[in-house]
């Protein structure tokens, strides 16, 4: 991640600004927005730690204490070393997972209590790709070792993905359609 990366991000994530200007008037906004809202403020954290580490050197071993830090404050482990594109937004903190060996396209809109990350450890290579604009409901789950999900995917509450999804689909757990409600 270089330095106009990390300020798309900022600008997507956690400033209010629709279309890019001054780098010291987007810093000042980012700033005030973040300071008030916890969501923003780790978004700004996680991003400043994924700049770090993509530096290297010293920023990278201050990036993985800042990682920590963020796990145990916020309830949410996001590797650092995930490769997700600007547009990232959270719905509620605690209890998301994502592992460093997903490629996430823009616009990732994820819910509380999801995971993703993958089958089995140790294996030499992962492929886990999710496409632009997906929005992964409430406790659901993406589990693989090699798993693609494509463009403007949406998937329901308490889902378990462990194959691929087309682009333009939704998904959802069918067992969850069947439950009825009765009255005695």
């Excluded at 978004?43 to 994924?50: E, I, N, P, S, T």
């Excluded at 404050?73 to 903190?93: E, F």
């Excluded at 494509?150 to 998904?171: C, E, H, K, Q």
């Amino acid at each position: 991640m270089n330095l106009a990366n990390l300020l798309e991000c900022w600008r997507l994530e956690v400033s209010n600004k629709k279309k890019p200007g001054r780098r010291i008037s987007l810093l000042f906004n980012v700033l005030r927005r973040a300071r008030k809202d916890n969501k923003l403020r780790f978004l700004f954290a996680f991003r400043l730690a994924q700049y770090l580490d993509a530096r290297g050197g010293l920023g990278r071993r201050h990036a993985k204490r800042m990682q920590q830090r963020l796990n145990l404050k916020y309830a949410v482990d996001i590797d650092i070393g995930a490769q997700i594109a600007p547009g990232l937004r959270i719905a509620h903190l605690p209890g998301v997972v994502i592992t460093r060996h997903v490629s996430i396209g823009r616009n990732f809109f994820i819910r509380q209590n999801c995971s993703i990350g993958i089958k089995t450890l140790g294996l030499q290579a992962y492929a886990l790709r999710i496409g632009d604009n997906v929005s992964l409901g409430a406790n659901s789950c993406i589990v693989a070792d090699r798993i693609s999900i494509g463009d403007n995917v949406v998937i329901g509450a308490m889902s378990l993905v462990m194959r691929d999804i087309p682009a333009d689909t939704t998904f959802y757990n069918p067992r969850q359609a069947e439950m009825r409600v009765t009255t005695l």
